[in-house]
């Protein structure tokens, strides 16, 4: 009997960012690096005879801990990896769900009938990881292997090795960034033992804890932004609501406007041009309406900045923000790090090169 852990990525940045990543390279972010760490314990007093990963970072950044821990190489494939969700990679899940409606329902609920441009077919994505973890069973016969996937991916398996149904996908779980799901093949025949557990999470580091759109028991609402160009008619309540707030709009050649389906939501000014030679990009402002905050729309608008300036070159994005605004605190836990002070204003700086 041969036991596999087939184990999801930590938090990253499509995430909590919001966007669609597939083959896209995100980076482990957020609360990621503490999930990382309670996964490692859990595996602690495991035996584990080899580790494997699909080769993009999210993934190889999750199982390096535990190769340290058991002392194994991590080996990588990308037979292992997301699903190529094509045109679709790095565009917000709020523009794909307004734009494109009928495409983002299967996408969720019955990803046979999905088809983007430049996308890969559900049954390649179930064929891949199935001959992939089969080969990795047999190679490790009467041992245990820790096999690190991607949400999509892990589904499309799980509904293979079930007989499930494309259409039916909904019957399986989704699965927390760090969940688990344990496998135990004899004969060649995978039984699940279980799936999608993440009981080495606490609420408070727990992504699904943070997030709703994944439960059962409500009625499905958006919770993803898309992004239009700031218009100052349409947008003056919107405009009157943050500007006044913050003061002053300064250094924004570019500004969006973010939308919960049809409300607007928040704003966001950067500047694109190369201040002096340097490389970095920079957040004039950012704001979201006040009875809207602590619902994860902030982040979702640095991550529409990231996005732009990596589509620019830029390694690096700064911001500017007040030592002492709540502001400052939402900058350093998404890996702003101050690069300067001056008087009351704090510079934040933070690497968005892609690994």
Request: with cysteine; glycine share 8%.
């Amino acid at each position: 009997m041969t036991k596999i852990y087939l184990i999801r990525h930590a938090e990253a940045e499509g995430n909590i960012y919001r966007r669609a990543h597939g083959h896209f390279n995100g980076q482990i972010i957020g609360r990621g690096f503490k999930q990382i760490e309670q996964l490692k314990n859990r595996f602690e007093n495991e035996e584990i005879d080899a580790v494997y990963s699909s080769d993009l970072s999210r993934t190889c950044v999750t199982a390096a801990p535990i190769c340290r821990q058991h002392g194994l190489q991590l080996s990588t494939t990308d037979r292992l990896r997301e699903v190529n969700v094509g045109v679709w990679e790095d565009v917000a899940w709020g523009d794909l769900e307004y734009n494109d409606p009928d495409m983002s329902q299967n996408f969720s609920k019955d990803p046979a009938r999905w088809r983007v441009d430049g996308s890969e077919e559900y049954t390649h994505v179930q064929a891949r990881m199935t001959e992939c973890i089969s080969e990795i069973a047999r190679r490790h016969d009467g041992g245990a292997a820790a096999v690190f996937s991607h949400g999509f991916a892990i589904r499309a398996f799980i509904c293979g090795v079930s007989g499930i149904a494309s259409k039916d996908i909904m019957k399986v779980p989704y699965c927390d960034n760090t969940a688990v799901a344990l496998l135990r093949y004899e004969n060649g025949e995978p039984t699940i033992e279980y799936q999608s557990d993440n009981s080495h999470l606490s609420n408070e580091i727990s992504t699904f804890a943070h997030q709703t759109w994944w439960r059962e028991e409500k009625e499905w609402v958006s919770e993803n932004l898309r992004y239009m160009p700031f218009d100052e008619k349409r947008d003056s309540t919107l405009a009157k609501l943050c500007f006044d707030e913050m003061g002053k709009r300064f250094g924004a050649n570019k500004e969006y406007t973010a939308f919960l389906a049809n409300e607007s939501v928040g704003v966001i000014g950067v500047d694109t041009s190369k201040e002096n030679g340097n490389e970095a990009g920079r957040i004039s402002y950012i704001s979201v309406k006040p009875d809207l905050r602590r619902k994860n729309y902030g982040v979702q608008l640095l991550g529409h900045a990231v996005s732009m300036f990596r589509g620019l070159g830029r390694d690096k994005l700064r911001i500017e923000v007040d030592a002492d605004a709540p502001a400052l605190s939402f900058c350093l836990k998404y890996e702003f790090e101050i690069v300067k002070k001056t008087g009351s204003l704090c510079l934040l700086e933070k690497n968005i090169r892609n690994w």
